[in-house]
């Protein structure tokens, strides 16, 4: 089962960096250009530099964003504006937010976790992920030699054990606190109890990813680059362990939207026969409105085929996504909207590969993704129910995978809080 384990991390170091706030970043695949440089401009020790840096006219081999991450991270590490703990921890992060109306806590336990690939069934993923993501990442772990960002992973605490162990340990002040947008407080734990019982408890679990499949994999990649460079290594290497923000299936304040697609570039003569198309495989419910705030009926909504209207679509009796695969999945993944959505929409119906990004663009928020119908930057919209935690389990557990762009986990994981170096040993 899981080894999870403290780890030193290295941290700001609040004697010269007193403004957390204006350190720490989103993780690397949802900063957009405006944002990336808007980073660089809040403050000059802000993460972003290790964990997204700028391309710059003229980045070579002897120069580019991965050499220039490691410069920083030395330079930063020499003078002292961040700082090594000199004993291991555990760490953990309450985060506070809202969405919607609603007030959230979210408590996530960040620790090292030995790597396993998939086919031990330690570790276990649920969405495919895309090659392009994983080089750009193993660039940055063979430059820098540190998880800068943690894998957000997730565990059965049905007795809620661990939950009441960290509930208890968040009762002290916290190591820091800061507030931007959502309120963030951060504790290191190293009390030979805590430690203990929930190592004790972990090892009995598997984890299961939630977010960051490429980083991961990536460090799977890293494991074996470096072990090609010491094969004598005892195992106990930092290289063999990611960090991780661990999370309860059962904590309360675990969110998961969906993920919509966005549609474009269809040609008009293929766009004026979708809704006949569609109906060989769906039921058309037209609701007569577009307001994507309203319980529209169906499991899956399309906005804006017909001009600020919603269709609602539910498969017909009959109809099996599994029926439209080459590859053998699992009765659970058949059963996905998101599957129909993939399998019937996009490709049978509309001839749009997996993995086109020429045609297909993604939005968590059905709102944002309304809109940019009505402006006219794309033809229509699909739109998705969130997927259940307990449906991702099973996913997993079927030793299978959702497609790509499946789930959402909001708010998402900061970047800066705590890094783990991975050279010398756990």
Known sequence: ???????????????????????ICPPYDVISPQEQQALYDRNPNNMVRLEFG?????DNERNNKYLRARSQFNQWLKERSMLQDTVPNYYVHEHNFEIGENKKRRLELFAAVKLEPWEKKVIYPHEFTMAKAKADR???MKACTANFSPVFGLYEDPGGRINQLIVNRVKSTPTYSFQRGDTHRFWMVNEPEF???????LITKHIYIADGHHRYETSLAYQDYRRQLDPHGTGNEAYNYVMMALISFSDPGLVILPIHRLVRGIPADTL???KQELSKYFEIIETGSGDVSSNHPGNIRI????????????LLPGIRVNDFLDNKHSEAYGKLDVSAVQHIICEKVLGLPAGDTD???YSPSGEAACKLVDSGQFQFSVLLDPVPSMTIKAIADANDRM???????????????????LDGEI
Do not use: C, W
């Open 1 to 23: 089962m899981a080894d999870v384990s403290e780890f030193r991390g290295v941290r700001y170091n609040p004697a010269t960096v007193q403004y957390m706030a204006d350190v």
């Open 54 to 58: 700028l391309d710059m006219q003229g």
């Open 138 to 140: 193993l660039e940055l």
């Open 195 to 201: 430690v203990q019982r929930v190592s004790h408890f």
């Open 272 to 274: 004026q026969n979708v």
């Open 303 to 314: 906005y804006g085929l017909e001009p600020g209207q919603m269709l609602g679509l539910t």
């Open 359 to 361: 045609n297909l663009a």
């Open 403 to 421: 497609p790509r762009k499946s789930t959402f986990f909001y708010p998402k994981l900061p970047t800066g809080l705590v890094i783990h170096r």
